[in-house]
């Protein structure tokens, strides 16, 4: 009952010139490619972006001139990723484990977590147990 409704009162604001058809529009050509686009002078050349942690000029981006294809295939971790964002250079094993131990203990960061966590990076730090120990101790009032 409603669409019939809604169809007569339709037709009735139509026939009462409420209203026009829209017109159809035809959209404009694109081109096959973006090189053909850019030589018509149809659109601007891309913008290759280059900055200090990444470089996305080819047909894939790179990390510290490493393509992602090569971070996929080796099973790189986010240690490995992190080392090549942030130093610019792949870091031996050892630090890239510390670097997701890191993450690892951040990415949770409940109360009992970041207790630990301060332990943790006192005593990397070179502290004493009890000054460790001390450090990531909580007093939770409630």
């Not at 080796?74 to 610019?88: A, E, H, N, P, T």
């Not at 630990?116 to 001390?134: E, Y």
Request: charged residues 20%; contains cysteine.
């Amino acid at each position: 009952m409603g669409i019939k409704v809604l169809r007569l009162k339709y037709i009735w604001q139509f026939e009462e010139g409420k209203f026009s058809p829209v017109t159809e529009i035809t959209p404009p050509l694109i081109p096959e490619d973006l090189k053909t686009a850019i030589k018509n002078g149809k659109v601007r050349a891309p913008t290759h972006i280059i900055s200090t942690i990444s470089d996305d000029r080819g047909d894939e981006p790179c990390y510290a001139g490493v393509p992602m294809s090569t971070i996929i295939e080796q099973g790189y971790g986010v240690g490995d990723v992190i080392s090549l964002l942030w130093f610019k250079r792949s870091l031996p094993r050892y630090c890239t484990q510390f670097i997701e131990i890191c993450v690892m203990l951040c990415a949770d960061h409940g109360p009992c977590v970041s207790g630990a966590h301060n332990s943790i990076v006192t005593a990397r730090a070179g502290k004493d147990l009890v000054s460790s120990l001390v450090s990531g101790e909580q007093f939770d009032l409630y």
